[in-house]
């Protein structure tokens, strides 16, 4: 089944020790998207990449960085990771070549745990 | 600005009970409409979405239809399982073909958790 994959699924590191998390996907789709979310909270979005071109949210703190080296993956990046960067992480996906509408799915999150 | 309001949680229903999550939402021109659904510990799932007025969606019992007069998006199920236990998530995106992004608006959130 075409799918959105992320790796691990639970993350433990060391207050300031650098991190990066995986997302993969078969569903050959060109834009893929990170997000940050706390205790059931609505998702929060960190960036995205529509093809390559990188697309930053003005409030994402220059901790998190991202990578794309091709279609089907994408990493985060937490270049110094604090106690209030512990949350879930999830990776998401979207196609807008074929509809109007960007529907986006999920894959089912990598959670972090900051000690 | 556009957004997405939808009912507080937390919702506790006996099994076999109608389910109704209320979502209403604020937008310029004409969203798409999507409810996720998140279980304990998983990341999120499309559970339906509808992309124009009058539009009903629906999956695994689930429904919604898309109301543009009264702007809401309401979550239904007529006969919930203790497997539906979950948060549930109302959200809009606005039409690419208009110059928006594709930023996802997203309600708080609705948790049902359902009784045996």
């Known amino acids: 089944d075409a799918m959105v994959i992320q790796n691990p699924r639970y993350q433990v590191t060391q207050f300031g020790k650098p991190v990066t998390l995986s997302c993969s996907q078969t569903l050959n789709h060109n834009v893929m998207y990170w997000y940050q979310q706390k205790s059931s909270q609505a998702p929060k979005l960190l960036f995205h990449y529509y093809d390559k071109d990188f697309n930053n949210e003005a409030d994402t703190p220059d901790n998190f960085q991202s990578r794309r080296p091709n279609t089907s993956f994408c990493f985060l990046d937490i270049r110094s990771p604090g106690l209030g960067d512990a949350a879930m992480y999830l990776c998401?996906?979207?196609?807008?070549?074929?509809?109007?509408?960007?529907?986006?799915?999920f894959g089912p999150g990598t959670r972090l745990t900051v000690l | 600005g556009n957004s997405v309001t939808q009912m507080e949680g937390p919702v506790t229903l006996s099994e076999e009970a109608f389910l109704t999550i209320n979502c209403t939402y604020t937008?310029?021109?004409?969203?798409?409409l999507f409810w996720y659904v998140q279980y304990p510990g998983e990341g999120l799932q499309l559970l339906l979405k509808?992309?124009?007025a009058d539009d009903k969606g629906s999956n695994k019992g689930f429904e919604a239809t898309y109301r543009k007069e009264t702007t809401s998006f309401h979550l239904e199920k007529g006969s919930v399982q203790v497997s539906d236990s979950a948060v549930y998530f109302c959200?809009?995106?606005?039409?690419?073909?208009?110059?928006?992004?594709?930023?996802?608006?997203w309600g708080l959130g609705t948790s049902l958790a359902v009784n045996p």
């Open positions: 959200a809009l995106t606005l039409p690419l073909n208009a110059g928006n992004n594709r930023k996802l608006i």
């Open positions: 998401a996906t979207s196609s807008d070549r074929d509809s109007s509408t960007d529907t986006q799915y």
């Open positions: 509808a992309t124009k």
């Open positions: 937008a310029t021109g004409y969203p798409s």
